[in-house]
Every structure is written in structure tokens, then in C-alpha cells.
T-cell receptor, first 117, second 113 residues
Framework: AQKVTQVQTEISVVEKEDVTLDCVYE???????LFWYKQPPSGELVFLIR??????QNEISGRYSWNFQKSTSSFNFTITASQVVDSAVYFC??????????????FGEGTQLTVNP | DVKVTQSSRYLVKRTGEKVFLECVQD?????MFWYRQDPGLGLRLIYF???????EKGDIPEGYSVSREKKERFSLILESASTNQTSMYLC????????????FGPGTRLLVL
């Protein structure tokens, strides 16, 4: 069965520091998607990125970047020059092609990021 | 923009009450999902639906049922609420497909006394 592990439960940094959130996954499928979501204190999960298993190219979006390494089954998320507004719980998730219906997501436990001024 | 709304942000109920949580999406999505979120456990899938009147059990369906009479609306029902159902409930929707992005509502924090 698939599994997603977020290595850090909590991370605390000072504003402007760079921070990396680690995500390790397990799957028997060769075709799958990986996701990152952000959950601010308001509670709503906000979609950040989706990456398919055949595309190992790293992605950068502003201060956010993602490093996908199939060889180590990892999909890590880095925030450069962190800001207080980045404080949130971040979830990594996995979706597989072999599910019989729907698009089931398996979530990690989440990483609470606190950015202090 | 995708919009998923949930009927209540906060709800307080008593043990044994029947509880309805409503979710509505405005993007004509085929798939809809109900999750519960608990500290240290991440999000766990309760039920999902890929079409009107269709439903499938997720990982933790016990104590819950669902209803999908219209495409845009997906209801989660707690037939007889218990204290261990105190949690954050999140609804999501996506287009039809096995690996489509799910878009989430704001969540309902349910407290069962």
C-alpha cells in the first residue's frame, strides 16, 4: 500500500532563513502524482504543486522550489527567504494510477512551519 | 477559481445527535471527497463520490454515511455522533480522473460533547 512520510513534524525558523520540508513516499506504481498543499491557520488547504512520476525536473515558483528524486522516493519542498506569512501546516500527498475509481490522495502527517519575525 | 464551500465553520453537537455536514462546489466537478483531519494523523479519507448517487468507502467510513443527490452537493452524515468524531472535516472536489488535483473547502470544526 502507498504511504507518505513527512520527516519533520515541526520546524521553527527566523524570517529570511531558507527552510526545507522533507517528504518520502512509498508506492508500487510506476505512474503516480505527488502534491504539496498549504494549510494556513484559517484551515483551508491550498494547492501548491502537482508533479507526475515521469517528470523529475525540479520546479521553482517565486520563493518556492521542489526537488523530486525518484531514486530516493523523495519530493522535498524548499522555501527561500521565509516570511511570517509562510507559517502554516504543509502536507505532502500521493495519488496513484492504479486506483479503481476517483483520485484518492494519501496524505502525510503534515509539517507545522513557524516563521518568527 | 474553484470554489468549495462548507455549511459551517464550527459546530457543537451532543452525543447521539444526528449531524449533517454539507459541501457544495461550483466547478461542475465529478469527484467529491470527505476527509477528517486529526493532529499527527494527517488527512484520512472517509468517503468519496465520482457521480451522482454513487459513493465509495474510504479508509475510515465507520460511523459515517454520505449522500449525493446533486452533482454539486455532497453531504456527510453522522447518524449518532460520538465524542471520538470530534475533529476537523474537510470536503474536496476534483474533475473526473484518477490523479486530478483536489480542491478543498475551508473545513468544519466539529465538537461532540
Amino acid at each position: 500500500a502507498q504511504k507518505v512520510t513527512q520527516v519533520q513534524t515541526e520546524i521553527s525558523v527566523v524570517e529570511k532563513e531558507d527552510v526545507t520540508l522533507d517528504c518520502v513516499y512509498e508506492t508500487r506504481d510506476t505512474t503516480y502524482y505527488l502534491f504539496w498543499y498549504k494549510q494556513p491557520p484559517s484551515g483551508e488547504l491550498v494547492f501548491l504543486i502537482r508533479r507526475n512520476s515521469f517528470d523529475e525536473q525540479n520546479e521553482i515558483s517565486g520563493r518556492y522550489s521542489w526537488n523530486f528524486q525518484k531514486s530516493t522516493s523523495s519530493f522535498n519542498f524548499t522555501i527561500t527567504a521565509s516570511q511570517v506569512v509562510d507559517s502554516a501546516v504543509y502536507f505532502c500527498a500521493l495519488s496513484e494510477a492504479e486506483e479503481t475509481s476517483g483520485s484518492r490522495l494519501t496524505f502525510g502527517e503534515g509539517t507545522q512551519l513557524t516563521v518568527n519575525p | 477559481d474553484v470554489k468549495v464551500t462548507q455549511s459551517s465553520r464550527y459546530l457543537v453537537k451532543r452525543t447521539g445527535e444526528k449531524v449533517f455536514l454539507e459541501c457544495v462546489q461550483d466547478m461542475d466537478h465529478e469527484n467529491m471527497f470527505w476527509y477528517r483531519q486529526d493532529p499527527g494523523l494527517g488527512l484520512r479519507l472517509i468517503y468519496f463520490s465520482y457521480d451522482v448517487k454513487m459513493k465509495e468507502k474510504g479508509d475510515i467510513p465507520e460511523g459515517y454515511s454520505v449522500s449525493r443527490e446533486k452533482k454539486e452537493r455532497f453531504s456527510l452524515i453522522l447518524e449518532s455522533a460520538s465524542t471520538n468524531q470530534t475533529s476537523m472535516y474537510l470536503c474536496a472536489s476534483s474533475t473526473l480522473g484518477k490523479m486530478e488535483t483536489q480542491y478543498f473547502g475551508p473545513g468544519t470544526r466539529l465538537l461532540v460533547l
